[in-house]
């Protein structure tokens, strides 16, 4: 039976890939698609991208210099690499019909194996050992190619359970693409101040006076004790002494209050 025919449209040098020391291994095959015209969001096809097996070997090494697991790395490139073809010169790789397709107007949470490791290493506190260790999970988990998307879940879940807190519910958002997408983490709260904060108290002061008052509370800030109204008012008094017209001023609004009363 004869081969069928490849219809090769674009044919490109080879890209030299290499990583960061916090990029994550899964990044080897993103970065060599996007040298040859990925655009990030289009699906490959990898077996419609051919190369020879000189640059198939030099992707397989950048990767297994990052995860130790050989069989995982060999899974991924077999999966997700580029396909071998003995006829292709040297530092060349095809472009067959079809290794791109489009999805614009699909919609869809689910996260790539580099969003789900970006997503981990913003919120969560790890340093370059566990960024590498996590990494490679799940590249492993990745590469595996599960017929049921629910044996990935239970994968992960099991070598990351109990190792940096992350909680099942967002594991099934990468795995099952359940629930709403993944937002960065709420790690704290911010209580701010206010140029009209410091008019309330000193009503007297320009409005560069009263930033000036807010600046100065910044650097003094004592954690301990907070920031209230009063503070605002002792630094702008500290800063800005009322004159004796301000004070008569504040005695005649109070009488004033007063009468009306």
Known sequence: MAEPERKVVAVVDAPEISLTEMEPVGDVLLKF??????NGDDEVEPTKVR???AVFDRLYAVMAERCPDAAAVGLALVNKGPGVDDDIPPETVWLLEGWLTATTGKESNKLTARE??????ENYNLDGAACRLIDNIICYVDSQDFADERDAHRSLWSLLDGAIGVTEQEIEIYTLSRGEPMKKRKREICIGWSVEDVLEVRPDLTDEQAMEVLENVEENHDAGAGICWDTL????????PPTDDDQFDDEQSDETGELND
């Not at 008012?233 to 800005?240: I, Q, S």
Request: charged share 25%; glycine share 4%.
């Open 33 to 38: 698609y996007r040298a040859l015209g990925w």
């Open 233 to 240: 008012e002792f630094w702008a008094d500290r800063m800005f």
């Open 51 to 53: 190369t020879t097996r």
């Open 116 to 121: 789900f490791y970006d997503y981990l290493v």
